[in-house]
């Protein structure tokens, strides 16, 4: 499966976004789903996984409560939702998917290519 994210930008603190993943090449039904993120400077980082069929959500200590993913996998996409956004959420967010939601969350197999995201204060 191939991924790429789209959906980044400029918002304001406290403003949303919705991050989108357009999955292509495979089942898409067939594989967990992650979003990380890297900030400036600091390591990748996890934040938020979901199972092949969406019934399953996991989410960083950081978002959770402020984000919310979802999949539709008739249409081949996953979304990360995020809301009251903060300065220090701004980095480049990936989607990662892997046979299964743990090693999706873990250490993904596949990796789509990244979207900005730019709080400012």
């Known amino acids: 499966v191939q991924l790429q994210a789209y959906g980044g930008g400029l918002v304001q603190a406290g403003g949303s976004l919705r991050l989108s993943c357009a999955a292509s090449?495979?089942?898409?039904?067939?594989?967990?789903m992650g979003w990380f993120r890297q900030a400036p400077g600091k390591e990748r980082e996890f934040v938020a996984g979901?199972?092949?069929?969406?019934?399953?959500?996991y989410y960083a200590h950081s978002v959770k409560g402020r984000s919310t993913i979802s999949r539709d996998n008739a249409k081949n996409m996953g979304y990360l939702q995020m809301n009251s956004l903060k300065p220090e959420d701004t980095a480049v967010y990936y989607c990662?998917?892997?046979?299964?939601?743990?090693?999706?969350?873990?250490?993904?197999?596949?990796w789509g290519h990244g979207t900005l995201v730019t709080v400012s204060s």
């Open positions: 990662a998917a892997a046979p299964n939601a743990a090693q999706a969350m873990r250490s993904p197999q596949v």
């Open positions: 090449g495979r089942t898409f039904s067939n594989y967990g």
């Open positions: 979901i199972s092949r069929t969406g019934n399953l959500t």
